[in-house]
């Protein structure tokens, strides 16, 4: 691994900075201006942030990072969309967005703005819209049967630094949701077709998964029922994202195409909609946040769209990007998991998803956060366990400027782009990304809690589909990081350890869609629907059978009618 030399006191400092004036009119302007874009949401990680729920389709839930197992001179990333798909969402089910850009993003020489953004826009087409309505008219068995009535092609570009845009993809076909065993019996077939070459060598893949995020939403109840006993169930299991996968070549990705002396990279995905301005960073060279009211042209964070510069170059006075000049405008970003969700502070969750990454160590309240984190201290007061002391320069190391032994008190040199060669360490700038340090090789045995388990492959190392990320930042948040032990009494976490269905060998590598309805579905019928007979409902001793009420209530309208019609009958009489 790459070790660094100490970079400049003011870079390693950046992250404690006092609120730059720009800063803070950007992230006030960002919260009113959103609040007023008409149709319009920003949000992350599972409906984290208000607005989400007006818009679910810009909706990044996870973003992953990792070098590929069975090919690892290739990095893949994946990033999803749309939270808690309910399997059986008829008869429109769960198209992108055909009015959004998809993008997932890197950043090689650590300056926190993209120098490599990959864009996916979709487009609907029906076979037949005039006189149907279903979703297909029977069984599809490949992506250009007749029977599948509607279905999405995109278009997937690569823009660099400057600007430049090529198209690598053009009417590439996505893979349907699946609708159901009778509908589509082989999905995993459809998959394989809608998986897809790169001109320049990689392949990508676009269309449903079953959600690989797994833990207890219960966390919200006073930390798990304010005694550890409401645990052990995921949330999310049985449901659905949307998927987009990319495996590319290292140096693809690496500053300079060179992987060796520049192993790490920093990873986040956004979501682009065309529609009212949004307050946001303008363009590659801004030096503070720029503000602008609504009515104007002002720049709305790093936009990239096919034929669109989403970037005006590294260095340069302020100026609008060319995305937020056509009109698209960034309303939702992932990079860490969980960061929105627990670390952001309320007031600024949906403003925080218009910034780019370059901005983040400029916004005083939530840098605050990072420093002094609100979890800790929930925890002490309901559970007793010590808050770690404060300021929290660990976690800044973790989350802002990367892990590396000049970065912070996290004595590892890991995955901080200041490790990179070639990097200008004058340039570096702290800010929220999900850092990759590619020269680290995979995992013979992954360890579920990543580097806290002395697997450097994992989570903060990039993300793995399998790292418990709950736990992870869970113990992170109580100093292990720094310490190198696991808090005791914290120890099991949430004990939801692993995803609802477990990840494939090969690319994409997310697990195949579900199918049943996810109130039907149990762990000895994970398939619910047809697996489990009579509609769906299995009781947990195997037993298949529908559900009582609908038993009970069948009797009852049974014997209703029996009676009216004796009643019926004896009037006659």
């Known amino acids: 691994m790459q070790s ?34 008409p149709g319009v949401s920003s949000a992350s990680s599972h409906r984290e942030a208000p607005l989400i729920a007006g818009d679910p389709k810009a909706d990044n839930t996870d973003v992953y990072a990792f070098t590929s197992p069975d090919n690892p001179d290739t990095v893949t990333l994946v ?14 089910f769960y198209p992108f967005a055909n009015d959004a850009h998809y993008n997932i993003k890197i950043d090689a020489d650590g300056d926190g703005k993209a120098d490599t953004t990959y864009t996916w826009s979709f487009t609907d087409h029906y076979r037949d819209e005039a006189n149907q309505f279903l979703y297909n008219t029977g069984v599809v068995k490949s992506l250009d049967d007749t029977t599948l009535n509607f279905r999405q092609t995109y278009t997937l570009t690569v823009t660099d630094a400057e600007g430049d845009t090529k198209t690598l993809l053009k009417d590439a076909p996505a893979a349907p949701s699946n609708v159901g065993k009778a509908s589509m019996p082989d999905y995993a077939s459809l998959r394989k077709e809608a998986t897809v070459a790169l001109p320049d060598g990689g392949q990508t893949y676009a269309g449903q998964a ?25 949330t999310l ?29 920093g990873v986040w995905s956004t979501t682009d909609r065309q529609g009212a301005a949004v307050a946001a960073p303008s363009g590659k060279g801004d030096e503070g946040m720029a503000s602008h009211g609504a009515e104007g042209a002002g ?74 984190p609100i979890v800790p201290k929930l925890i002490q ?45 004058a340039k570096f700038t702290p800010s929220e990304e999900l850092r990759l340090n590619m020269a680290v090789a995979p995992s013979a045995n992954p360890n579920r809690l990543g580097v806290l388990g002395q697997d450097l492959a994992g989570f903060p190392n990039g993300r793995r589909l399998n790292d418990d990320v709950v736990d992870i930042e869970l113990q992170a948040l109580e100093g292990a990081a720094e310490t190198g032990k696991i808090v005791p009494a914290l120890a099991a976490g949430d004990a939801v350890d692993t995803p609802y269905r477990q990840p494939g060998s090969t690319f994409p590598y997310v697990a195949l869609p579900n199918t049943a309805a996810v109130n039907q579905a149990d762990s000895l019928h994970p398939d619910g629907g047809v697996g489990a007979g009579f509609g769906g409902t299995a009781f947990h001793g195997g037993f298949p059978a529908v559900s009582v009420t609908a038993l009970g209530g069948g009797a009852l309208l049974a014997t209703a009618g029996l009676l009216a019609l004796r009643r019926r009958r004896a009037d006659r009489v």
């Not at 990033?79 to 429109?92: C, K, L, Q, S, V």
């Not at 994202?241 to 790490?264: C, E, F, H, M, Y």
């Not at 964070?301 to 995305?323: C, F, I, N, R």
């Open 381 to 425: 007061s309901i559970y007793g366990v010590p808050a770690p002391a404060t300021p929290r320069k660990d976690l800044a190391e973790i989350f802002l400027s990367g892990i590396c032994k000049a970065c912070g008190p996290v004595q590892a040199d890991l995955n901080s782009q200041l490790l990179n060669a070639d990097v200008d360490k």
């Open 299 to 372: 720049g709305a964070g790093e936009t990239a769209g096919a034929g669109d510069s989403q970037d005006e170059g590294k260095g340069g006075p302020p100026m609008p990007d060319k995305g937020a000049e056509s009109g698209w405008h960034q309303v939702s970003r992932l990079g860490n998991p969980l960061v929105n969700e627990v670390v952001v502070p309320l007031k600024y969750k949906d403003a925080f998803n218009t910034l780019n990454p370059d901005q983040d160590h400029t916004v005083q309240p939530v840098v605050d956060k990072v420093l002094d």
């Open 4 to 37: 660094s030399h100490p970079p400049r006191r003011t870079a390693a400092r950046a992250a404690e900075r006092s609120l730059a004036t720009a800063g803070l009119l950007a992230l006030v302007s960002s919260v009113v201006l959103t609040g007023l874009t």
């Open 79 to 92: 990033a999803n969309w749309i939270p808690f798909e309910e399997p059986n969402g008829g008869p429109n």
């Open 210 to 234: 079953s959600d690989p995020f797994f833990l207890d939403l219960r966390v919200f109840d006073l930390l798990y029922g304010g005694n550890l006993k409401e645990t052990g169930h995921n």
């Open 237 to 265: 299991a049985g449901y659905n994202v949307n998927t987009i996968a990319l495996q590319v070549p290292k140096s693809a990705l690496a500053l300079k195409g060179d992987a060796t002396r520049n192993p790490v990279i």
